[in-house]
Every structure is written in structure tokens, then in C-alpha cells.
């Protein structure tokens, strides 16, 4: 191999051979990170951002020699991993962010554990990147909606989270976006049956795009590496993000308003942009409060949310504890997701 190449070069010319390569590779991602950690500190933010490609070249290394995603001084929790959605010419460009192993006291006082790292999404799924990647949006805050137009002055929601979509077409969308990105999918979905528009009318009052999936068979393969949903164990801990506090963010009752859109808030009845409140110290946005979350674990016709929304109580709703469950054909303007992934 050719000795005048870049490290960086050839971890992406070796990616691809699925080998193992010098373990120069570590520290070139150490000092990948600490020049990103001194640029942002200089800048007064305490997070990093690693490029999505310098994820991607850390896959071979995962052998039985070195786990390079248990090497602390390369990925802590918090760390962002900058992604793309790219189709039809344009981009969108999102975060994750990295959550470690770890431990936490869940509901009823009981430790739970975190046994394998993973991404979460920094944000809810935007309406941009929903649409970006399926062609379609079938949200009631929309600008298709010209219904709402006439009772909201909400401006662009392209940045607000995407809603009125069902606990299927939320997998379908983790699938999509995993073929974008050439991961393999986390889910298997047949016999997909879409609502029927007349009910479509009926309950957003007008019709957006293609109708929401209404029932579907699901498998799930959780040896793949494609976005899926959290399950309600890791969506906990990322919210706590380290503490163990009663709302995503801060203990205090008084505080909760810097944290999430909810009826105290002023949320005026719809959804915000996401990221315009404070962020978790993870840097987590939005688990608390503007739509409740979709998360992976499902019972028979019913399905988990967290979170809250913005027709939520501050106090009693929005807590890191509250758990709802809605089935899984449920389509409500309130109701949203964000995305998960594994890491091997």
C-alpha cells in the first residue's frame, strides 16, 4: 500500500474490504476529535460533530481485536455524528447522537440498563427530511393544508416535526431512509393496506398525500444496522441524559417551559420548529413536549409514544416517565418520531 496517501484516505479506500487496518486508525480519530472539541470550545459549545464518514470508517474495526465504539476517548454520549438524506439533487442534513452504555433508574425505582450503544436522532424527524426521503407529507401543520392556513399564522414547517403518520408508515420511513444510505432494514413490512381517504377526510378534514399505512405484518431483524425506531428503554435514558431528572432537561418545575412546547408554553395550539427550546445535556432536543414520540416497543395492535406533545400538562405529561400507548394505525397531529440505529 502506498505510503503517501493520507490515513484518512485510506480508511476510506480499506472501508470498503472489510479488513482490519493499522491501529493508527484510532489515533486518527482521537485527534479527528480533539481538533473538532478545541474548534467548537472556542466557539463556546461544548458539544462535537463527527462527520457521518468517520462513523462509517470505525465499522471495520469492529472485530474481536478492537471495539472501537467502547474506547471512551473517541465516542462519548453527547457526541453528534453529522447524516444526510440526499434525493431527486437536493439534501438534508440531520444529526445523531451517540448514547454509550450505561444505566439508569427507570419506572418504579428499578435500574435499567443500557447494554449496547447507539444513535438517536438529536431531533424529532423534520417535515423536510420526511418528505425528502418518502416524496410525501401528510402532516395537518402543513402547507398543503389550506384549512390551517386560514386558522395558524405558522409560517415555514419545514422544520417542524412531521405528525399524522401511523406507527407503520414511521418503519416504512426508517426502511427508506436505510436504502438511501445503503444500510440494510431493520424491519420487514408486508401486506401494507393504506386508510381509505373517506376517513382521511374525516378525521384531519382535509386530504395531504398519500394516505397514512392503516395495517401491515412486521418482522424486525435486529442484527441490521438500517434506522429504526428506540425502543421506550433507550428513549429514557436519552432523555435523562445522565441524571435523573423528572423532565428531559431539568428538575425543576420551574424550568420545564425552557425545555418543551406543551399548553403552558404558549404552543398556541400547533406544533413549533423543532430545536428552538433548550436542549437535554446530551443535546437532545424536544423530548419533552411539541409531539409525542413513537417508539419501537409494540403489543399486539398498540404501540408506545413518549414525551408529550403540546396539548400536554407541563407536570404531569411531558415527564421522562410518562408512557402512552395508541394503536399502531393511530394517525393524530400530535403524534411523531425520531429515529434510532444500531452500531456494531
Not at 491501529?23 to 462527520?51: A, G, H, R, T
Not at 473517541?74 to 454509550?100: P, Q, T, W
Not at 415527564?319 to 403524534?335: G, P, Q
Amino acid at each position: 500500500m502506498r505510503k503517501d496517501i493520507t490515513k484518512k484516505f485510506l480508511m476510506r479506500e480499506n472501508r470498503y474490504l472489510g479488513r482490519m487496518i493499522s491501529i493508527d486508525v484510532i489515533s486518527f480519530l482521537v485527534k479527528q476529535k480533539q481538533k473538532k472539541i478545541k474548534k467548537l470550545q472556542d466557539e463556546n459549545n461544548p458539544k462535537i460533530e463527527i462527520e457521518y464518514d468517520d462513523l462509517s470508517f470505525t465499522k471495520m474495526l469492529g472485530t474481536k481485536e478492537i471495539d472501537v465504539m467502547s474506547i471512551n476517548n473517541i465516542f462519548e454520549s453527547g457526541d453528534k455524528i453529522l447524516h444526510e438524506a440526499s434525493r431527486d439533487g437536493g439534501m438534508v442534513k440531520f444529526n445523531m447522537v451517540y448514547c454509550d452504555v450505561g444505566s439508569f433508574i427507570g419506572n418504579e425505582s428499578r435500574i435499567e440498563f443500557i447494554e449496547k450503544p447507539f444513535l438517536l436522532g438529536e431531533t424529532e424527524v423534520t417535515q423536510e427530511l420526511y418528505e425528502k426521503v418518502m416524496g410525501v407529507n401528510n402532516s395537518w401543520f402543513s402547507k398543503k393544508n389550506s384549512y390551517l392556513r386560514g386558522r395558524f399564522n405558522i409560517g415555514d414547517v419545514s422544520q417542524h416535526p412531521i405528525e399524522t403518520i401511523t406507527w407503520f408508515d414511521a418503519i416504512s420511513f426508517c426502511n427508506a431512509l436505510s436504502s438511501l444510505h445503503n444500510l440494510d432494514a431493520y424491519y420487514i413490512i408486508e401486506n401494507i393496506q393504506r386508510a381509505e381517504r373517506s376517513r382521511m377526510l374525516d378525521n384531519i378534514g382535509v386530504s395531504l398525500g398519500n394516505e397514512p399505512i392503516d395495517s401491515a405484518i412486521v418482522d424486525i431483524d435486529p442484527t441490521k444496522n438500517g434506522y429504526r425506531l428506540p425502543y421506550g428503554v433507550e428513549w429514557e435514558y436519552a432523555a435523562k441524559a445522565g441524571t435523573n431528572n423528572a423532565c428531559s432537561g431539568t428538575n425543576e418545575k420551574e424550568k420545564i417551559l425552557d425545555y418543551a412546547w406543551c399548553l403552558e408554553s404558549d404552543a398556541s395550539g400547533a406544533t413549533h420548529p423543532v430545536a428552538t427550546k433548550k436542549p437535554n445535556e446530551w443535546g437532545f432536543y424536544d423530548m419533552s413536549g411539541n409531539v409525542f414520540e413513537l417508539c419501537n416497543d409494540r403489543e399486539q395492535y398498540f404501540q408506545m409514544t413518549r414525551g408529550g406533545s403540546f396539548t400536554s400538562n407541563k407536570l404531569d405529561d411531558i415527564s421522562t416517565y410518562s408512557i402512552s400507548y395508541t394503536t399502531s394505525n393511530t394517525y393524530d397531529r400530535k403524534i411523531g418520531f425520531r429515529i434510532a440505529r444500531n452500531i456494531f
